[in-house]
Nanobody, 128 residues
Framework: QVQLVESGGGLVQAGGSLRLSCAASGSIFSINAMGWYRQAPGKQRELVAAITSGGSTNYADSVKGRFTISRDNAKNTVYLQMNTLKPEDTAVYYC??????????????????????WGQGTLVTVSS
């Protein structure tokens, strides 16, 4: 199995900063893209930021210039540095990873299976 464990959420005043972390563990062969999504009350889940294993990034327009995504491939960990937070950033933030797991055939060869892993979510509340 694969687990994603998030940390770093909390309550912060507008203009403040928070840093989210998400560590992947378990039966992992490799991880392609990792990302952060968020879901505010009454709204659909949306992509906040994503990063490939090679370091290419993309961001939602609403967070460009304020949020920075990074990762440590050796630790299977992704981070989200959030600066200049606004009340509209209030949401549950979810970590996501495109994980590849290896499976062994009877003849001893192996094959890879893609697995879309999600964390349990961490609440970020920004007060005005």
């Amino acid at each position: 199995q694969v687990q994603l464990v998030e940390s770093g959420g909390g309550l912060v005043q507008a203009g403040g900063s928070l840093r989210l972390s998400c560590a992947a563990s378990g039966s992992i062969f490799s991880i392609n893209a990792m990302g952060w999504y968020r879901q505010a009350p009454g709204k659909q889940r949306e992509l906040v930021a994503a990063i490939t294993s090679g370091g290419s990034t993309n961001y939602a327009d609403s967070v460009k210039g304020r949020f920075t995504i990074s990762r440590d491939n050796a630790k299977n960990t992704v981070y989200l540095q959030m600066n200049t937070l606004k009340p509209e950033d209030t949401a549950v933030y979810y970590c996501n990873a495109d994980v590849y797991r290896s499976h062994t055939r009877p003849d001893g060869s192996y094959y890879l299976v893609a697995f879309d892993a999600w964390g349990q979510g961490t609440l970020v509340t920004v007060s005005s």
